[in-house]
């Protein structure tokens, strides 16, 4: 199992800025992307940020040229920064993890959750 815990959530004001934290423990090993979905109520969950072993990055159009996101490899840790934050923003966001697992073949894993909330 590969277990994620998110932190770094919270309420912003429009234009503001705040920096999500996700720490992988467990089967780390054989993890090939990790990255950040959201979901407001009522929402489709979309993909807002992926990061590859390579260091590769990819954005939604939505956040791209505001989000930013970096892994710390010694901490086994994924980070995204959100600058210039817009109401739109606001939902839950959750850590994942797409690991190939030897049995399961490629399996995804996911945090909890951690409520970012933008005031207009």
């Known amino acids: 199992q590969v277990q994620l815990v998110e932190s770094g959530g919270g309420l912003v004001q429009a234009g503001g800025s705040l920096r999500l934290s996700c720490a992988a423990s467990?089967?780390?090993?054989?993890?090939?992307?990790m990255g950040w979905y959201r979901q407001a109520p009522g929402k489709q969950r979309e993909l807002v940020a992926s990061?590859?072993?390579?260091?590769?990055?990819n954005y939604a159009d939505s956040v791209k040229g505001r989000f930013t996101i970096s892994r710390d490899n010694a901490k086994n840790t994924v980070y995204l920064q959100m600058n210039s934050l817009k109401p739109e923003d606001t939902a839950v966001y959750y850590c994942?993890?797409?690991?190939?697992?030897?049995?399961?073949?490629?399996?995804?894993?996911w945090g909890q959750g951690t409520q970012v909330t933008v005031s207009s």
């Open positions: 467990g089967s780390i090993f054989s993890i090939k992307a």
């Open positions: 990061t590859t072993s390579g260091s590769s990055t």
């Open positions: 994942y993890a797409l690991r190939i697992d030897p049995m399961r073949g490629l399996t995804n894993y």
